[in-house]
Each structure stands twice: as C-alpha cells, then as structure tokens.
C-alpha cells in the first residue's frame, strides 16, 4: 500500500478557493436572503458535492456568506457557487456573480487568516467572527465536508487569530456611540450589573444602548415616556419594566445610568433635577447620555459634581478615537498574520518534500551499505571514489539522454544548479 502524501495541502492548493460576498461587496438587502442557517447546511453541502466540491466550509455571517473549498475547477467557482445560494431563495445567479469575491491557492489560505484576525470585518477587531468560524469548521467537520486541506488552514488560522489577540490591542477601544457610552459607563461606575439604568424616551440609540446595558452587562433598565402607552411598548420591546412620567425625580434619584432619548427639542432634565437627585443619592454619582439634539439635558448638569454628562458630540469623538486606535493596532496585527500565512505555506511546503528527501537519503545509504559488502577491504580513498561514480551515474545518463532527445529545459539545469550550489563553485574556480 502506497504512503499517503505527508501535505495533502500542496497537492490540492491549486485548486483550494474561497468564494463569497461581504459588506463591500455586495448590498445587504441580497446579503441578508443569501445567509445560511445551520440547519440549511446539510442541504447547502449535498449541493457543494453534486458539482464535486471535494472540502467544503461555508461561513455565513452578518458581515459574509462564502464558501471555502477545494473546486474541481476554480476558474468556473463563482458560477458555481452563485448557483449553489441563489437556488434556495430564487435569485437569478447572474445578477450574484459579478458581486462575489474569489480568492484561489495561497491567496484563498491569506483571506481566512485575515477573516479569522477579524482584520476584514465591518468592525475591525470585533470578537464574534473568530468564534463564528470555529463554531462553522466544527460543523464541516461534524457533516464529513472538512478535510486535510481545511483542517490544516484553519487551524493554522486560528492560531494566528489568537496570536493577534494576545500581542495587539486590535480589539481594545469602543468603536460605536453605544460602546463608548458604555466605556465611560464603567469608568464612572465600574462594574455595571451592580447599576441600575433609566431610559427617558423611545429613540433608536437610546433603545440600542439600553438593549446592550442589558444584554452584555445585566444592568436592569426603566423606561420612561410623557405619553404612557409608548413607554409600556417600548419597556416590552426591549424586555424592561416601566413607570409614569409622573415619578421622573424618584426616578432619577434611583439610576446610576441615565439615557435620554426623547427629542422634544424641549430641556427634559434640568441642573436643578439631577442636583436634588443627587442629594437623595448622597452624592453617588450620575451618568447621563444625552443622545438628543437639541439636548434633552440643561448643558448646567456639567457643573455639577458627580454628575458626568456626555452628549452625541463627546460619545462620537470617543469612538473615533477607539476606531483610530484599532487601524494603527490592524497594521501590526496584518504584519502578523502575513508572517503566519508565509510560516504556514513554508512549512506545508517542507512537508510536501520530505517523502523524496526521505526516499533519496535511504537510496544513498542502500548503495553505501551494497559497496561495503561487495569490497569490503577497499581503502576509504577507493570506496569513497567508487561510491561517487555509482552516485553519478543515473544521473549522469539521465542527463545525456535529455540532452540527446533535446528534452533538457533551462528548468531542469537550473533546479540541478541550485541543489548542489554549482554556481557558487563555478564563481569560486573562476
């Protein structure tokens, strides 16, 4: 039984591709019918098979769908795959394809390290899609689709990911007005599920950084409105509790987190308010977000100690901030993954010829082994000279029989000239 091949990787490299659309590419309008739920993918693989997709991973993200696999004929992969997601939702392929991304051989294995690092997220450095692509290999693997060549590249990727994560701040820094407010929220108050939150009004970011309050750090949220029924749907829609306008300075003594989101263009929460709430609080202090323009809260609460107000200009200039701080940590994060992706295909590539170095070793120690045991009493000048011109001799046929048939390539000299280091010989006896 022949040895299989050591790198099962360079066999099939040519052929390995990832072929997909992002939020660049492709409107989310189409991105978001083209998404596959975990439960779609036994029928999505049988596809892949039926064109003889040999390995194959879909990712299917908020930010992506792609395919990463080994195609019978990459240059026919984006036909292919627009076929494959455009038949279950009823979208004419030829209206996909022009919008899909391919990425073949050692360029295909550079796009998932680069996804994995999350270098080409909407938001670089976010934590989901590393996750989102190990939880996605692990169900290629559990559906028989994965193989050597996706088993090796993603592991590999993987590796370079948390590399990234360790020795950059790629993921450091709030990126968005609600992380920002939630950023400032922890270093006026610490940890945040010992906080309880108040929402003033139904506006979409305040509803956002409510959700997230909740969500990511359990910080019970109340929510408030002048008219009383929009103030019960909104408690619902986000799962919170609610009071009547009516109770507003009760209220306001009782949060540590403030969001004021109404947008009458009138003055909600005056200094007076937050000042007599602070005094029922014993001074603890207040974090307000204003997110309403014009402001919702009297700017006067600035003066007010251990009132902390941020409005959308400071959160937005925090944010850029963070988003700044994460392009210069990308670009150490992309000399990283650009050393790990050469380390990786150098080392598959080493792989791939040690089967022949193997082989080529054992030849030339059986012909040392068959010398000794035929003349066993030759001086060691006379072996080693005799064992030279058995060495050379395949060879050296093998050469003149090229050279004879006019088959001997500037190629093959060349890879002669380079193993043995005859060019710096010559230049030496020059």
């Given at each position: 039984m022949a040895d299989r091949p050591a790198s099962p990787l360079f066999q099939d490299l040519h052929r390995f591709a990832v072929v997909g659309v992002n939020h660049r590419t492709c409107p989310d309008a189409i991105r978001e019918q083209l998404f596959v739920a975990d439960e779609e993918l036994p029928v999505v693989l049988r596809s892949l098979r039926v064109?003889?997709?040999?390995?194959?991973?879909?990712?299917?993200?908020?930010?992506?769908?792609?395919?990463?696999?080994?195609?019978?004929?990459?240059e026919e992969a984006r036909s292919?795959?627009?076929r494959i997601l455009c038949a279950p939702v009823g979208l004419d392929p030829a209206l996909l394809e022009p919008l899909l991304y391919r990425h073949v051989g050692g360029d295909a294995v550079a796009h998932l390290f680069r996804v994995a690092a999350s270098l080409d997220s909407q938001v670089i450095g976010e934590p989901q899609i590393l996750g989102q692509m190990r939880a996605g290999h692990r169900l290629a693997r559990n559906l028989k689709s994965s193989g050597p060549l996706l088993d090796a590249t993603m592991s590999a990727a993987f590796e370079a990911a948390r590399q990234v994560r360790r020795e950059?701040?790629?993921?450091?820094?709030?990126?968005?007005?609600?992380?920002a407010a939630i950023t400032i929220a922890r270093d006026v108050h610490g940890a945040l599920d010992r906080t309880r939150a108040l929402l003033l009004g139904a506006g979409e970011l305040g509803l956002i950084l409510a959700e997230q309050l909740q969500?990511?750090?359990?910080?019970?949220?109340?929510?408030?409105?002048?008219?009383?029924?929009?103030?019960?749907?909104?408690?619902?829609?986000?799962?919170?509790?609610?009071?009547?306008?009516?109770e507003l300075s009760a209220a306001l003594s009782e949060a540590d987190i403030v969001i004021a989101a109404v947008g009458e263009g009138r003055t909600v929460l005056t200094a007076e308010m937050v000042?007599?709430?602070?005094?029922?609080?014993?001074?603890?202090?207040?974090?307000?977000?204003d997110l309403s323009v014009p402001a919702d809260v009297d700017p006067a609460v600035n003066r007010i100690d251990e009132a902390f107000l941020f409005d959308l200009e400071d959160l937005e200039r925090t944010a850029t901030e963070g988003k700044n701080a994460r392009r210069a940590e990308a670009e150490r994060a992309r000399e990283m993954v650009e050393k790990a992706v050469a380390r990786f295909l150098s080392d598959q590539s080493g792989r791939t010829a040690a089967p022949a170095i193997v082989r080529l070793?054992?030849?030339?120690?059986?012909m040392r082994t068959n010398l000794h045991e035929e003349q066993p009493n030759l001086s060691a000048e006379q072996a080693t000279r005799l064992l030279l011109n058995r060495i050379m001799h395949g060879p050296s046929e093998h050469l003149r029989r090229l050279a004879a048939s006019e088959t001997l390539d500037d190629r093959t000299i060349s890879t002669l000239v380079e193993l043995f280091g005859l060019e710096e010989e010559q230049g030496e006896n020059e």
């Open positions: 064109f003889g997709i040999e390995e194959a991973m879909p990712l299917s993200t908020c930010d992506r769908v792609e395919v990463a696999g080994v195609f019978p004929n990459p292919v795959i627009a950059t701040r790629i993921a450091e820094g709030p990126v968005s007005i609600a992380a969500e990511g750090h359990e910080t019970p949220v109340t929510v408030m409105d002048r008219i009383s029924r929009r103030a019960e749907a909104t408690a619902k829609s986000i799962n919170a509790h609610h009071r009547p306008f009516e000042e007599s709430a602070l005094q029922k609080r014993r001074y603890r202090p207040i974090f307000l977000v070793r054992n030849h030339l120690e059986a």
